[in-house]
C-alpha cells in the first residue's frame, strides 16, 4: 500500500468505520484494534524507563500493543537495549542506529517497518502518558 504525503484518508475512513460499526462503543473495542507505539530515544534511559512504566499502567489491553523503542544513536556505554529486555506486560522491539548526527526521521522510519500494526502512536522518549 502506498501513502501520499500528508494523506489521512486511510486514517480517516477508519474513524468513519469505527462509528458506523460502534467498535468504540463497545466495552470491548481494544481487543479488537491492536497499535504499536514508537518511542524514539537518545541518550534518555530514564525518560524511557518512565514511558514504558507509564505504559504498563494504561488500561489499553496489553496483549494488543506493542512498543518499538527507536534509539538514534545512543552512546553504548549508555545503551538503552536492556530495557527492551525487562518484563513488562507488551512486547517490547528495541532498534538501534549509529549515531551520525540527528536522523530521527530515519530511526522512526525504522521502527515503522519493524511495527507489526497498521495503527501507530509516535511519542517522544520525554513524553510520558498519563493513567487512563
Not at 48 to 60: P, S
Not at 106 to 129: F, S, V, Y
Request: overall charge negative.
Amino acid at each position: 500500500m502506498a501513502y501520499l504525503a500528508n494523506d489521512y484518508s486511510l486514517l480517516e475512513r477508519r474513524v468513519k468505520e469505527y462509528e458506523a460499526n460502534g467498535t468504540f462503543h463497545s466495552k470491548n473495542w481494544q481487543k479488537t484494534v491492536p497499535l504499536s507505539v514508537l518511542v524514539s530515544v537518545y541518550n534518555q534511559e530514564e525518560q524511557l524507563r518512565k514511558i514504558l512504566l507509564a505504559l504498563a499502567q494504561q488500561t489499553y489491553a496489553p496483549e494488543n500493543f506493542e512498543v518499538v523503542i527507536v534509539d538514534d544513536g545512543s552512546r553504548k556505554e549508555t545503551s538503552l537495549d536492556y530495557m527492551a529486555r525487562q518484563n513488562f506486560p507488551f512486547n517490547v522491539k528495541y532498534i538501534w542506529q549509529p549515531d551520525l548526527g540527528f536522523r530521527v526521521a530515519k530511526a522512526r522510519n525504522e521502527g515503522l517497518k519493524r511495527a507489526q500494526h497498521e495503527t501507530i502512536i509516535c511519542l517522544d522518549a520525554d513524553m510520558i502518558p498519563e493513567h487512563v
